[in-house]
């Protein structure tokens, strides 16, 4: 009475503790059969990641109570007391059973010794290893130590170039196996004295990796095999040692891996095999590697223990490191980015015309008289283009220098994407884009550009291909597809809008999408509805909603415009406000726009950019363009004397 009181204890939390500390003692009983003690570094280590990781997942109070209980090492002192009694009981009345399997899938080049190690781990070394290369994709189980073992034998992939279709079809069948049966474990296998100073299996990594997803690697472990040769020759002329071999070895094979992956951070355990009949064996008949490893319990229990891992995770929820288990639920197809998707789709699309119009809110195409002979399209003339002026020094290395050229009339038009703080500061072109407007048959206005962007690291595509077919005057149905860059996948639309007029100011239209990322399929549908308030002013309403794998997001915009047009028809001042919200998963974004262009001289225009958004974040932008070289100069000029002032006050302006 007087003291501290107890925190309350949690039934579900003492029910997860329980069987943590049952995982514990399965590992335990597994390491114990395998002839590896709890000290056995795999052991230790899973150990400590199931001690680290219920330490996160506990609260305060638990914590206190272990350490006031004798913390962790009560816990393994219990755990490992629990396994030597099940065990022996086990020897003794063979009860109780160790309920643990284990499904492994094996993938590698043919010719690197994959069926002879599984003949090895299930102990039918009577094979013989020259009966020829696996042809299907099968599963074969046995027990191994009294444990229940089954592997997923895949044939061998061929580095060749030509052999391409082979190993499609071999990945196709190893995919449609593994629906059926859902792998623990990846052995990845090797050779390990065949050395390697190129990347010449990258592909076929890439090929792996396409097929299941990069999260295969993240539960993989690398097999070496052929691990009694003897390490070769360094660069002194004498032999290196053998621990050396093996991490150069490994090293390659893993750096191959983080790249097809494309994770720097990518560690795969390395166990090795060898096979042969002459290799050296203990008195319990294993075989034994130069380094005095037992090569076939240390592989097998790195197996067992990456399933301990994934269970723990399970057990407490740890979704971080379960995503990374369980490469099967990664490679399941996942949801696109559903509101990258419908902010394209919400896009404002006019139809394509037949011939160059005034902008507004007619839109008539031209259509021959009855009787009225089309003639056929000009023929194309090739026009010299100008004399350049050269500058005065011929000097290849100035930009301002072109060679005369024949330009035609009609062709693809072609630009540079120039970006002057890109990371290419030598020219500022980061990439470029097309552009080309034809007709089909004649009668359907179509249109094809696109545009590609390479930095450093990432490479950006998109790509647009459109065509109107005007069905009446008031009715017009745009259709396109659409390819674009989304992270390190590209997404495919179809799209099609009908738009259809109401009354001479206002417009409707109607549109569907299908989008197509990796191997999820969302669907799509807007609305959209255009108003002219009077001359020059114009406003637009739109709204949508796109789905997939069940997931819905939905959102709108609203734009309003107001342009006016300058004397002799030059560019005046034009406004644009605009606000957006989106829904997703419950998470609304609000957003709002502004911008404003004008002429301060004849000369020069400045213009005004606003957005800020329910985050909080926004920017401002203020960009003047003239073609006077004093006015030039004197903008250049500003953000030098800010620059100067903040130095001399110190506040960083």
Not at 500 to 509: G, M, V, Y
Request: positive net charge; glycine residues 10%; contains cysteine.
């Amino acid at each position: 009475a007087g003291g501290a009181a107890a925190p309350a204890a949690d039934p579900e939390a003492e029910k997860t503790v329980q069987k943590l500390q049952d995982i514990r003692v399965k590992l335990l009983r597994l390491s114990r059969r395998l002839g590896q003690g709890p000290r056995n570094t795999v052991v230790a280590q899973v150990l400590y990641r199931l001690e680290l990781a219920e330490h996160l997942k506990a609260g305060r109070g638990q914590q206190q109570q272990r350490f006031q209980t004798g913390g962790g090492s009560f816990v393994f002192e219990k755990a490992n007391a629990e396994a030597t009694k099940q065990e022996e009981d086990y020897a003794a009345k063979g009860e109780p059973e160790l309920d643990f399997a284990c499904t492994i899938m094996v993938l590698g080049k043919a010719g690197v010794g994959k069926s002879s190690t599984i003949n090895s781990i299930f102990g039918d070394e009577g094979v013989d290893p020259f009966q020829g290369a696996t042809g299907d994709v099968h599963e074969r189980i046995g027990s191994v130590y009294g444990i229940k073992v089954k592997i997923i034998e895949t044939p061998g992939l061929r580095p060749s170039a030509a052999d391409a279709r082979h190993n499609a079809r071999v990945m196709a069948q190893a995919r449609r196996f593994m629906k059926k049966r859902q792998p623990d474990i990846v052995l990845y296998f090797d050779r390990l004295d065949i050395p390697m100073r190129d990347f010449g299996d990258l592909p076929l990594l890439r090929i792996v990796t396409e097929t299941f997803g990069p999260a295969v690697w993240f539960n993989a472990i690398v097999v070496l095999t052929h691990a009694c040769t003897a390490p070769p020759d360094g660069t002194n002329g004498q032999p290196i040692s053998y621990d050396m071999y093996v991490a150069q070895r490994s090293h390659v094979v893993q750096q191959m891996i983080r790249q097809a992956a494309g994770d720097m951070r990518l560690m795969n355990p390395v166990s090795l095999a060898e096979n042969h009949a002459s290799c050296r064996k203990n008195a319990r008949g294993d075989a034994v590697l130069p380094n005095g490893q037992v090569w076939k319990p240390q592989l097998l229990l790195l197996c067992f223990a990456s399933k301990i891992l994934t269970e723990a995770n399970a057990l407490l929820n740890l979704k971080e490191n379960q995503a990374g288990r369980n490469f099967m639920s990664a490679n399941k197809p996942k949801v696109p980015p559903l509101p990258f998707l419908l902010s394209s789709l919400l896009t404002a699309r006019k139809p394509r015309k037949a011939a160059p119009e005034e902008e507004g809110m007619e839109e008539e195409v031209y259509q021959p008289e009855e009787g009225e002979e089309v003639g056929p399209p000009p023929k194309q003339v090739a026009i010299p283009a100008p004399d350049p002026a050269l500058p005065p020094s011929f000097d290849s290395e100035n930009p301002s220098h072109r060679f005369r050229f024949l330009e035609s009339a009609n062709q693809w038009m072609v630009r540079p994407i120039v970006e002057a703080h890109g990371w290419d500061h030598e020219s500022g072109i980061e990439g470029f884009s097309v552009d080309k407007g034809f007709h089909i048959k004649g009668k359907v206005p179509a249109n094809v550009s696109g545009q590609v962007t390479k930095d450093k690291k990432d490479m950006q595509l998109a790509l647009e291909a459109e065509g109107s077919m005007q069905h009446t005057p008031a009715v017009v149905t745009t259709t396109g597809l659409d390819v674009q860059s989304v992270g390190r996948q590209l997404a495919y639309t179809m799209r099609s809008e009908t738009r259809w007029k109401n009354a001479s100011n206002n417009k409707t239209s109607a549109g569907i999408s299908a989008s197509m990322v990796g191997r999820s399929v969302a669907y799509g549908a807007k609305i959209e509805d255009r108003w002219k308030i009077k001359e020059g002013m114009k406003l637009v309403l739109s709204g949508g909603a796109i789905t997939a794998k069940g997931d819905v997001a939905f959102g709108g915009n609203m734009e309003a415009t107001y342009r006016k047009v300058g004397d002799e028809g030059a560019e005046g001042a034009r406004t644009t406000i605009g606000a957006s919200f989106m829904n997703w998963k419950g998470d609304v974004a609000l957003g709002a726009n502004a911008t404003n262009q004008f002429a301060i001289e004849p000369k020069t225009m400045l213009t005004t950019r606003a957005n800020i958004n329910s985050r909080g974040a926004g920017q401002v932008t203020l960009r003047a363009s003239s073609n006077d070289r004093l006015q030039l100069a004197c903008a250049a000029a500003v953000p030098i004397l800010c620059s100067i002032l903040g130095r001399i006050k110190g506040d960083g302006m």
